[in-house]
């Protein structure tokens, strides 16, 4: 059983910053990429940004400049620095990771439950 417990959402002015963590529990054996994805009301949920266990990096073009994504792989934890903010950013943000939960299974992808990012022009 795994879980994936997404914090740091909220309503922030536009040009603030927030931070979002995501943190992995339950039986792990490792986990790859990890990643974040949002979805605005009516809207496909889309990439922000992976980051695999080596800490190679991927962002979509949203996310360029403005989002940091980083992992802490000793804390199963993969965070979202967010700045300069606008109102476009509004959504729900979506934890995502590749987990190996057993030696005989391959690798599943988890989500969490999501976390809401509300920017107020």
């Known amino acids: 059983q795994v879980q994936l417990v997404e914090s740091g959402g909220g309503l922030v002015q536009a040009g603030g910053s927030l931070r979002l963590s995501c943190a992995a529990s339950?039986?792990?054996?490792?986990?790859?990429?990890m990643g974040w994805y949002r979805q605005a009301p009516g809207k496909q949920r889309e990439l922000v940004a992976t980051?695999?266990?080596?800490?190679?990096?991927n962002y979509a073009d949203l996310a360029k400049g403005r989002f940091t994504i980083s992992r802490d792989n000793a804390k199963n934890t993969v965070y979202l620095q967010m700045n300069s903010l606008k109102p476009e950013d509004t959504a729900d943000y979506y934890c995502?990771?590749?987990?190996?939960?057993?030696?005989?299974?391959?690798?599943?992808?988890?989500w969490g439950q999501g976390t809401q990012v509300t920017v107020s022009s």
């Open positions: 339950g039986t792990i054996i490792s986990i790859n990429t």
């Open positions: 995502s990771a590749l987990i190996t939960t057993s030696w005989i299974e391959p690798a599943y992808q988890y």
């Open positions: 980051t695999t266990r080596n800490g190679n990096t």
